[in-house]
Structures are given as C-alpha cells and as structure tokens.
C-alpha cells in the first residue's frame, strides 16, 4: 500500500491524466454493455440476399448480384400497445422520428455529418427543421438521410455513399405484434465485392459507436412515446 501512495504523491499529474481519459471511455464502454442488455440486435455481413427485401424494398436489384457485400445490422425493442396514444402506425412513426433525430443532432456523428455537410444542408441538422417534417419521400435530414420509400409505419433512407461505400439504407419501422408495438432500426450497407477498403460498419470503433447511437435512440424513442400518453402531451 505504501507503494501506490508514494506512486500516488510522485506522479499526481499523471495519476490526474489517467483519471481525466479513463472515467469518460468506462462511462462508453458501461453505456454500451447495458444497452446491449436491453436492446434485442443482430448483425451479419455477407452477400446481399433476396430476405432483406423484406424489410429494405428499396435497395436496387443489381445490388444483390455476387458483385456485391454487404454488412447488415438491426436492432428492436417492444412496449406495450397500451402506453402509447392511440395513434396510427404513421403518425407514431412521425413523431418517433422527430424526437430521434432531433436526439441525434447532438451526437458526435452529427457534428462530423454536419462538417462534411453542403452549406445548403446545414439546416437539416436543426431542431426547427426537423420538427416540420412529415419525411415523405423526398425529405432529407441530417445532410445524408433522404427518404427514399414510404409504408404503414416505416420509412426507408437512402445515405450519400462516402468511400468505398457503393449504397447504404437505414429503416426505421413500428409495427404491431398482438398487444406490444415494436420500434426496429436496420441499416445495410453494401460494395464490390472486390473492393479491399472498409466500409465504416467493417471498422470496430465506427461500428461499436453506431450500435450506442442506434440502441441508445431506440431507448431515447421508445420512452418518449410511452411518455407522450402519460404526460398527455399528443394535441
């Protein structure tokens, strides 16, 4: 014990530095550890197939040749039906998408997003942008989603392709299963075949920071749903 106390009293700065870069990333590392216990996900990388129509309809046909891999995660969680508003899967959906991406504004993939972003694009970062949306098709949001196909509770974005990156989607769906509505997240993303360069889901930090935001918004979505029939909040 002596030992670390006389440690402790040589080198405080540098006991001070650990401290300072070591509480933060144990404060990540737990985020993502409880989150992964409360989320149901999955992810897989492999060839494109037919089975991810079922969910994705909008990725092209030609992205599902031998030519193409793709890395494909998703990731859900369910509540109960009886503490949402009574509200139709679409207009649950929207207002679901207008508290998570205006959460996700202020993540640190937003402000990367919104550097790289056109001058023009900027204002789709903004909370009062965000809040006008209906995310039709057409609509774009955080500079690179734009909403490329539209259903009963879901709505498919197609990304800018960064990199190596030949197309990329994300899904955003409700649906109702028997008494329990459940909030999926599903993004794919694909590129040649031959093409040795990562794609940011191949990369371990882009990926285990994707999962936090993905898990940590359904989270962030679903309680405010819940919450907008307990506080009585829907006009």
């Given amino acids: 014990m002596d030992r670390y106390i006389s440690y402790v009293t040589r080198y405080p700065r540098t006991l001070a530095t650990a401290l300072i870069i070591g509480y933060p990333i144990a404060n990540v590392v737990y985020l993502h550890w409880s989150l992964s216990r409360t989320i149901q996900h999955g992810k897989e990388s492999k060839r494109l197939t037919s089975a991810l129509k079922k969910t994705i309809s909008s990725i092209p046909e030609e992205a599902f040749s031998s030519d193409h891999v793709v890395v494909h995660d998703w990731a859900q969680r369910s509540i109960p039906a009886s ?9 649950l959906i929207v207002l679901y998408l207008k508290h998570t991406m205006s959460q996700f504004s202020r993540l640190p993939q937003a402000y990367l997003l919104k550097t ?30 734009r909403v490329i196909a539209r259903s009963d509770g879901k ?33 794919a993303m694909w590129k040649y075949a031959g093409e040795k360069g990562l794609m940011p889901l191949e990369r371990r930090l882009m990926k285990w920071m994707h999962e936090i935001a993905s898990w940590g918004l359904l989270r962030s979505g679903t309680k405010y749903l819940m919450g907008l029939k307990t506080e009585n909040q829907v006009m």
């Fill in 83 to 91: 503490k949402v508003p009574d509200l139709s899967l679409d207009e």
């Fill in 116 to 145: 790289m972003a056109d001058p023009e694009d900027r204002k789709t970062f903004e909370a009062d942008y965000i809040s006008t949306l209906d995310f039709k098709e057409g609509d774009l949001v955080h500079g690179i989603y």
């Fill in 155 to 187: 709505v498919e974005f197609a990304l800018k392709p960064l990199g190596v990156v030949k197309g990329s989607r994300l899904v955003v769906a409700i649906e109702r299963k028997g008494d329990e509505l459940v909030c999926s997240s599903e993004t």
